[in-house]
């Protein structure tokens, strides 16, 4: 497999196959048709316009079909871009799959489900032990697939599960730091707060908001199914309200989702991990393709920021 589009510079000539992640129609100044299209390796997304497109071209290229075209990386409005040459769409004869083309986490779902049963295993807490672990088992397959989010971070297979394993770990390093808290409930709403994605989004390859995502969203969704599962459980007590908590304040503020701000030490800090881990991978996916002595794309969701990579830092692999 070829080291990626990421990992291409600005200049370079790209001849590879890619898969079509969204094609949207335009009518250019000239009054022609064109298609901007996201295109997709196991390494991230590229967009390209494919000018002066015919019928029979947007008919061929749409979302979820694999590509292979030809071209040079190119820059416009400092973001890179594909400048397409040649474009067709695959046979058999190519001998591609879309499996190829699906950006993954860098840990096998296997593993990140025996981590966050161990988490679960360590609970104390009857009741926040049996909700979080009932809510896990009726979602484990799709919590093991589902990306964290539809672009920003964790946007590819497997994040959602991944953005929680590592935020699971980093609560248990500031759980040593401050003994008071109560890690039964931090690791469980770790493990909730975004649970209920597996319903918001429509899954780990052309990511949508379901209809349910875009009416209910998925904090609702998941605070609803906090009351479902302590019913069907039998379960009473003040642990359920507080889970509801946990979810429903975990964007931290009205103006970010979040319809209650944290009111306790546990969901405040669940807020401060998530945003953390969120920024980090952000962070991670601008630089990783930057070398020492450069700058990111800006990146819209940190201020439009453009981000540095010193000098002195290791270049990455050529993977």
């Known amino acids: 497999m070829s080291k990626g589009i990421r990992y291409h510079q600005v200049g370079d000539k790209i001849d590879s196959y890619f898969l079509i992640k969204t094609a949207t129609r335009g009518i250019a100044s000239n009054g022609k048709p064109f298609l901007t299209l996201i295109l997709g390796d196991h390494s991230g997304e590229i967009d390209a316009k494919l000018w002066g497109c015919s019928p029979d071209d947007e008919a061929t290229f749409v979302s979820k079909s694999i590509v292979h075209l030809t071209g040079e990386l190119g820059e416009y409005r400092g973001r890179n871009q594909l400048k397409l040459q040649s474009i067709r769409p695959t046979t058999a004869m190519d001998n591609v799959k879309l499996a190829d083309f699906v950006r993954s986490a860098p840990l096998s779902p296997e593993d990140m489900l025996e981590q966050v049963t161990q988490y679960i295993f360590e609970m104390k807490n009857p009741n926040i032990q049996r ?14 697939e589902s990306p964290a989010a539809t672009k920003n971070h964790h946007e590819f297979f497997s994040g959602l599960a991944y953005h929680v394993v590592s935020m699971l770990h980093i609560s248990k390093s500031l759980s040593q730091l401050y003994p008071s808290l109560d890690t039964d409930l ?4 770790i493990i909730l707060h975004d649970l209920g994605k597996v319903r918001e989004l429509s899954g780990p390859i052309d990511t949508v908001y379901t209809l349910e995502g875009n009416l209910l969203g998925h904090i609702t969704i998941m605070v609803n199914e906090i009351d479902e599962a302590a019913k069907e459980l039998n379960i009473e007590g003040e642990e359920v309200l507080i889970l509801q908590h946990m979810v429903l304040s975990h964007h931290g503020k009205g103006e970010w989702g979040s319809p209650k701000a944290p009111q306790i030490k546990e969901a405040e800090l669940l807020h401060l991990i998530d945003n953390i881990d969120a920024k980090m991978n952000m962070l991670d996916r601008a ?8 700058f990111s794309e800006r990146v819209m969701a940190l201020d439009n920021r453009s981000f540095y990579k010193p000098s002195f830092h ?3 692999l050529d993977l």
Not at 131 to 144: C, D, S, V
Request: aromatic letters at 6%; zero cysteines.
């Open 186 to 189: 931090l690791y469980a709403g």
């Open 131 to 144: 909700i979080t672990r009932h809510l896990l088992k009726k979602h484990q397959a799709a919590f093991l």
């Open 314 to 316: 290791e270049p990455p």
């Open 287 to 294: 630089l990783e393709r930057v070398q020492p002595g450069g």
